[in-house]
């Protein structure tokens, strides 16, 4: 029952996307993909986001599964593939939404400190980066 509601989720949006290849319509389509554990199918959507350069919602939802099923260093491999069609401050904010969902939702202290770390690397005066590693480091 739930497989089947899946799979008319990702047809409903797959049309949308046809129609109107928003990262809004990409980023439900990517939702579903990955609570339906197709990661492959989620990169996918956040690659076309990236070309589109508007939003890259679809990707950091891709990115937060990505690390649940794989770990740090396949989204690090992830979004060096994606760094040419996003500019650095995205991809640094990216780091950022992550190493927050990374400690907030699983209490991973180390690998949200090295997306903030890896944020710098991208983007070396980001502030919010600094602030968030700084922070990490106070506790």
Aim: one cysteine or more.
């Amino acid at each position: 029952m739930l497989q089947s509601k899946f799979t008319e989720a990702i047809a409903s949006y797959n049309q949308a996307v046809a129609k109107e290849p928003t990262d809004s319509y990409y980023s439900k389509l990517s939702q579903v993909l990955t609570k339906q554990g197709n990661l492959d199918q989620a990169q996918q959507a956040c690659q076309k986001v990236a070309k589109l350069g508007e939003s890259y919602d679809t990707c950091s939802i891709t990115s937060l599964a990505l690390y649940q099923q794989k770990g740090f260093p396949a989204v690090k491999a992830f979004y060096t593939q994606l760094a040419a069609d996003i500019p650095p401050r995205k991809i640094a904010e990216l780091y950022i939404k992550l190493g927050n969902e990374i400690f907030y939702n699983d209490g991973a202290k180390q690998d949200a400190m090295a997306a903030f770390r890896q944020a710098l690397q991208v983007d070396p005066k980001n502030a919010d980066a600094q602030s968030a590693l700084k922070s990490l480091l106070a506790n």
